[in-house]
C-alpha cells in the first residue's frame, strides 16, 4: 500500500508549531485526497483493541470505520466493502488496509488468509461506543495516540463553472476557506467532497451529506463574495457571517462545497465576449460549445456537467435561473417572491429578486425546495388538490415575444405532449391566454406600457444606486482614484438605468411592475385554498436552439429593452416557475459537425406561495414516469 504525500504535516515535527493545523493532499491509486488539518477524533492506543495485525507509527494511513459486533469474517469485510463502494465516490478498497470496527465486542474469525485475497487488509482495531460516522478516513498513529481525519476526494472542475473550492475552515468551525489543495486541471478550480457515508438523512436533516454548490453572490463566511467582478473580489475582504439562506441549507445537513461562476453581478451575458473578468463556464450539453446562459452559468453548468454534485444554488431576477436550467435541461426552480432572506446576497432588485436552484431528479428537486423554504409560512401547504385550469399563452405566427412561435416542430411536440400530460394528470383542461388582448380587456391599458423598460430599469437603477455607488467610491479611495473595470453588459445597463432612466424614470417601472402583479394575481392566478392556485401557466421556457459560445456579439444596446417576455410574469408577479427538462431535439453541429442535441424545456407556474404545489405536481409526475430525471455530460436522455 501506498499512501503519496504532496504536503507533509510539519507540526509533527517541529514542537513550536504543533498548535497549527496543517492539510494535507494525498493520493491512493489514481485518485488524490484532501486531508484537514484538524481531526475527528484523537484516541489513546489504551482505549482501542488489537484484533489482527498491529498498528505502527505512521505520519498518514488510509482507514475505514464501521459499526459491528460478533464475529468479523471475510465476507462481512466484502460486503462492508461493496456496500460502501456502491454508496460512495469518497471510498476505495484502499481504505481497508486499516479497519477500525466500532464496537465493544467483536472478534475476527480466521483472518490469516487476507493478505492473499483482493481486499489487502493489514490491520483491525477496534474502540467502544460509535464515535466516528462510518466511512473511509485518513489517520494518523504516533506516540501512541491515533487521530482521525475526514477524507475529501478532489476532483477537477473541467467545465470552468467553480470560482473556488470551499472546505470548513480549520481554524473556526462556523467558517470556510478557499481549499487548500489541487488536482491537475487547466485553468480551472478544485473542488473536494467528504464521504458521504459520514451523513445520515434525518427528519430534522432532509440535505443531510447532499453536496451543494452556491453562485458567488452569496456570502460564506471566510471567503470572499466575488459577483463575477476581480476588482470587487480584490476590493472586499472574506464575508464575516453566512447569509441566512446559505446557512439554512448547512443546518439543514447540505454540504457546501465551493462558489460557482455567473455573469457580473447577475446581469446577463454571451460567451465569449461579454466576458472579460472571467471566462464562460462550458455547457457539457451537446457539442460542449453552447452558452451556458446566465446569469447563473456556473450552477447550471456544474450541475449538468459532475454526478459528484447534487444541487446548484443560483438567483433568478429576471432568468437566472430558469435560462440556465433551460440551455443545460435541468429541474430549475425560480421561487415565490420572498421565499427566503436575501440578506447577505449581492442584489440585483428588491422586488424581484429570488433565491433558486437547479436539480437533475424530479423527487429530489421537492426535497430540496420543501427543506430550503420550509420555514416560510406563506408558502401553503394545506392544499388538497391541484389546479384544474392549465394556461398555455395564445400567440401570433412570428410573434418573437414567445419561444413557443419560433419552436422546431419536434420542440413543440415535446411541449405539446407535456401539456397534454399535465392536463390530464390533474384531471383538468388547457385555456389558451392571450395575455395581451385580457390585459386590455381587464385594465383598459396596453401591455407594451406595462413592460416598457420595466425590467432594465428596475435592475440596472437599482444596481447603479446599491452596488455601484458603494464600490466605486471605495474603489476609488483603495486605488488613488482609479475607477474599476466593469464588464460590458453591467457597464451599459447601470448607466443607461441612472442616466437616461432616471428617478423618475425608475419610479415609473416600479408601478409598472406592481400594475401588471395586481392583474395577475387578481385575474390569472389568483389564489385558493383547495388547488393553492386558481390556475397553473406552462410555456416553452427553452426550445433546443443552438447559442454557440464563438460568435461574435454587438456591443451591448438598449434594444429589447421593452419587449415582452414571459420570462418577466415570475418576475413581476411574485409567482414560482418551475424549469422541467421534456426532451432534446438534434442538430448537426457548425463545431463537431456531427450530429448533436440540445434539451428542449418548460417552465411551470403558479400562485404566489404555491411552490410546494408545484414541486409535488412534479414531483408526482416524475413518479407517474411522464417526466424523469436528468443525466450529467453531453445527453440529458441517454
Ligand atoms: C450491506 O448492505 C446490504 C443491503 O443493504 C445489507 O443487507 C448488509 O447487511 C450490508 N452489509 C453490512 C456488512 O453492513
Ligand atoms: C492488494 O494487493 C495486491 C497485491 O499486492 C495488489 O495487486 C492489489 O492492487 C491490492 N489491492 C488494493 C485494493 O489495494
Ligand atoms: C478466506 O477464508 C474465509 C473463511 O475461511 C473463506 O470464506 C474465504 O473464501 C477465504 N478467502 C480466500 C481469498 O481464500
Ligand atoms: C409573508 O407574508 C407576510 C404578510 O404578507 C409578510 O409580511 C412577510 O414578509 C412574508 N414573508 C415571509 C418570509 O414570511
Ligand atoms: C383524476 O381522476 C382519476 C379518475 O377519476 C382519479 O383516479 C385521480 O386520482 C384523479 N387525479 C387527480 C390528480 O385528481
Ligand atoms: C416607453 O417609455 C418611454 C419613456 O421612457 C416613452 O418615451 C415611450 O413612448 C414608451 N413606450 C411605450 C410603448 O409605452
Ligand atoms: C442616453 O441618452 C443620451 C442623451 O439623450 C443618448 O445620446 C444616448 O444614446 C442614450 N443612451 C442609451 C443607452 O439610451
Ligand atoms: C380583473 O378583471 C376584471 C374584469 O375584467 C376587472 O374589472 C378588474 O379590474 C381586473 N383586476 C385587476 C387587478 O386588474
Ligand atoms: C445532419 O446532417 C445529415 C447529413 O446531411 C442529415 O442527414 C441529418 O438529417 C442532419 N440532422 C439534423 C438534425 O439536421
Redo the contacts with the bound molecule.
Keep these: 500500500m501506498k499512501v503519496f504525500f504532496w504536503s507533509l504535516c510539519l507540526s509533527f515535527f517541529i514542537g513550536s508549531l504543533e498548535a497549527l493545523a496543517v492539510s494535507k493532499q494525498v493520493k491512493l491509486g489514481d485518485i488524490s485526497y484532501y486531508v484537514p488539518g484538524v481531526p475527528e477524533l484523537t484516541v489513546d492506543v489504551g482505549m482501542m483493541s488489537s484484533l489482527f495485525g498491529t498498528l505502527e507509527s505512521s505520519f498518514l494511513f488510509p482507514l475505514t470505520v464501521?459499526g459491528?459486533s460478533g464475529n468479523l469474517d471475510y465476507s462481512?469485510i466484502e460486503?462492508?466493502s461493496?456496500?460502501f463502494s456502491c454508496s460512495d465516490d469518497v471510498y476505495s478498497d484502499y481504505f481497508l488496509e486499516t479497519i477500525m470496527v466500532q464496537s465493544p465486542n467483536v472478534g475476527v474469525v480466521s483472518y490469516s488468509n487476507c493478505s492473499l485475497s483482493t481486499l489487502n487488509v493489514s490491520t483491525i482495531i477496534s474502540l467502544g461506543g460509535s464515535a466516528l460516522p462510518n466511512g473511509p478516513y485518513f489517520a494518523s498513529y504516533l506516540d501512541g495516540q491515533l487521530s482521525v481525519y475526514k477524507a475529501y476526494r478532489l476532483y477537477a472542475d473541467a467545465y470552468g463553472a467553480f470560482q473556488a473550492g470551499i472546505v470548513p475552515s480549520d481554524e473556526n468551525a462556523e467558517s470556510f476557506m478557499a481549499l487548500p489543495a489541487g488536482v491537475e486541471v487547466a485553468h480551472a478550480q478544485t473542488i473536494a467532497v467528504p464521504s458521504k457515508l459520514y451523513y445520515t438523512v434525518t427528519e430534522e436533516q432532509p440535505l443531510a451529506g447532499y453536496r451543494v454548490g452556491v453562485k458567488d453572490l452569496y456570502d460564506i463566511a471566510g471567503t470572499k463574495t466575488g459577483g463575477a467582478s476581480r476588482k470587487y473580489y480584490e476590493l472586499y475582504d472574506e464575508a464575516a457571517l453566512t447569509c441566512p439562506s446559505v446557512q439554512r441549507l448547512i443546518d439543514m445537513g447540505a454540504v457546501i462545497v465551493g462558489k460557482l461562476k455567473l455573469t457580473q453581478f447577475a446581469n446577463g451575458g454571451n460567451p465569449t465576449a461579454n466576458y472579460v473578468d472571467y471566462h464562460a463556464p462550458f455547457n457539457p450539453r451537446g457539442d460542449g460549445y453552447q452558452s451556458p446562459s446566465s446569469s447563473s452559468c456556473g450552477s447550471g453548468a456544474a450541475e449538468a456537467a459532475y454526478d459528484w454534485l447534487d444541487f446548484t444554488v443560483g438567483s433568478d431576477t429576471g432568468c437566472s435561473v430558469r435560462c440556465p436550467a433551460g440551455s443545460q435541461g435541468l429541474y430549475g426552480l425560480r421561487p415565490s417572491f420572498d421565499a427566503i432572506s436575501l440578506d447577505g446576497v449581492i442584489p440585483m432588485n428588491d422586488l424581484m429578486d429570488t433565491a433558486g436552484y437547479f436539480s437533475r431528479d424530479p423527487s429530489l428537486f421537492k426535497v430540496f425546495g420543501e427543506t430550503w423554504y420550509g420555514e416560510n409560512k406563506n408558502i401553503s401547504t394545506s392544499y388538497t388538490s391541484f389546479p384544474k385550469t392549465v394556461y398555455t399563452f395564445a400567440f401570433e405566427e412570428g410573434d418573437s415575444d414567445f419561444i413557443e412561435s419560433g419552436a422546431s416542430s419536434e420542440a413543440l411536440a415535446l411541449f405539446n405532449t407535456f401539456v397534454s400530460n399535465v392536463v390530464s394528470f390533474v384531471n383538468g383542461s388547457n385555456a389558451k391566454l392571450d395575455i395581451y388582448s385580457k390585459y386590455e380587456q381587464d385594465t383598459g391599458s396596453s401591455l407594451a406600457n406595462v413592460f416598457n423598460n420595466t425590467w432594465y430599469g428596475l435592475a440596472g437603477f437599482y444596481q447603479y444606486v446599491n452596488i455601484w455607488e458603494r464600490f466605486s467610491k471605495d474603489y476609488q479611495e483603495a486605488s488613488n482614484g482609479d475607477i474599476p473595470f466593469m464588464d460590458p453588459i453591467p457597464k451599459f445597463r447601470w448607466e443607461w438605468a441612472y442616466n437616461n432612466l432616471t428617478q423618475d424614470g425608475y419610479d415609473r417601472c416600479v408601478e409598472q411592475k406592481w400594475q401588471f402583479d395586481d392583474w395577475w394575481n387578481a385575474n390569472v392566478t389568483s389564489t385558493n385554498p383547495q388547488t393553492c392556485s386558481s390556475s397553473l401557466y406552462i410555456f416553452l421556457s427553452n426550445d433546443g436552439s443552438t447559442a454557440y459560445r464563438n460568435v461574435y456579439n454587438s456591443a451591448p444596446n438598449a434594444d429589447g429593452f421593452s419587449a415582452f417576455s414571459e420570462m418577466y410574469i415570475s418576475s413581476f408577479a411574485r409567482t414560482p416557475e418551475a424549469i422541467v427538462p421534456l426532451g432534446e431535439v438534434a442538430y448537426n453541429s457548425t463545431i463537431t459537425l456531427t450530429e448533436k442535441y440540445l434539451p428542449v424545456t418548460a417552465a411551470i407556474g403558479a400562485a404566489p406561495g404555491c411552490d410546494f404545489m408545484v414541486l409535488d405536481l412534479i414531483e408526482q409526475m416524475g413518479r407517474a414516469n411522464l417526466i424523469g430525471g436528468v443525466a450529467t455530460g453531453q445527453k440529458l436522455f441517454p
Design positions: 464501521f459491528y462481512t460486503s462492508v461493496k456496500n
